[in-house]
Antibody, heavy 115, light 107 residues
Framework: QVQVQESGPGLVKPSETLSLTCTVS????????WNWIRQPPGKGLEWLAY???????NYNPSLKSRVTISVDTSKNQFSLKLTSVTAADTAMYYC?????????WGRGTLVTVSS | ETVLTQSPGTLSLSPGERATLSCRAS??????FAWYQQKPGQAPRLLIY???DRATGIPDRLTGSGSGTDFTLTISRMEPEDFAVYYC?????????FGQGTKLEIK
């Protein structure tokens, strides 16, 4: 059974870089597309980026200059880096599998941006 | 960017009643459309993809329909576990976008 698990710091200071990792089990990370999606408290969902099974990335233009997604096939993990964070980046961050829609989701990790 | 507008924002129903949720896209997305259910403290769960195909394990009382710019999720008879927030999502063009959500609450 496919499982995905987010990990990373729960608190990040303004202007610093948010770094999260998603660990995949039950599936080869190199066989699928993998995504980061976030949800500010009490609000809706925002797709951030995906990395494809060939290693190509696609980003939401609203964040393109600040976001990087990468994959480590040796660890079956993929990662998100978001630079120059502000309070507006406070959200639950989810990793999810899918090239267009998202059938497997992690439980999410809450990241708060605050000094 | 394709903007998705869901209506209504909140729908109050009793168990056994029929629910009709709508989502309108700002431009055509063909049938590249999905629906999700989210319960408090949980990740979203895929219900429908390709506008009308049910995901694995989704009961047939949930039906998706539509194409182009107008889409509907129908729950034929509300069960207690159906009370949640529902989101639509388009994948016809990048960036993938979601609607703002419709909350189904118990009347």
């Amino acid at each position: 059974q496919v499982q995905v698990q987010e990990s990373g710091p729960g608190l990040v200071k303004p202007s610093e870089t948010l770094s999260l990792t998603c660990t995949v089990s039950g599936a080869s990370i190199s066989s699928y597309y993998w995504n980061w999606i976030r949800q500010p408290p009490g609000k809706g969902l925002e797709w951030l980026a995906y990395i494809s099974n060939s290693g190509s990335a696609n980003y939401n233009p609203s964040l393109k200059s600040r976001v990087t997604i990468s994959v480590d096939t040796s660890k079956n993990q993929f990662s998100l880096k978001l630079t120059s964070v502000t309070a507006a980046d406070t959200a639950m961050y989810y990793c999810a599998r899918g090239s267009h829609f998202f059938g497997y989701w992690g439980r999410g990790t809450l990241v708060t941006v605050s000094s | 960017e394709t903007v998705l507008t869901q209506s209504p924002g909140t729908l109050s129903l009793s168990p056994g009643e029929r629910a009709t949720l709508s989502c309108r896209a700002s431009q055509s997305v063909s049938s590249s459309f999905a629906w999700y259910q989210q319960k408090p403290g949980q990740a979203p769960r895929l219900l429908i993809y390709a506008a009308s195909d049910r995901a694995t394990g989704i009961p047939d009382r949930l039906t998706g329909s539509g194409s182009g710019t107008d889409f509907t999720l129908t729950i034929s008879r509300m069960e207690p576990e159906d009370f949640a927030v529902y989101y639509c999502q388009q994948y016809g063009s990048s960036p993938y976008t979601f609607g703002q959500g419709t909350k189904l609450e118990i009347k």
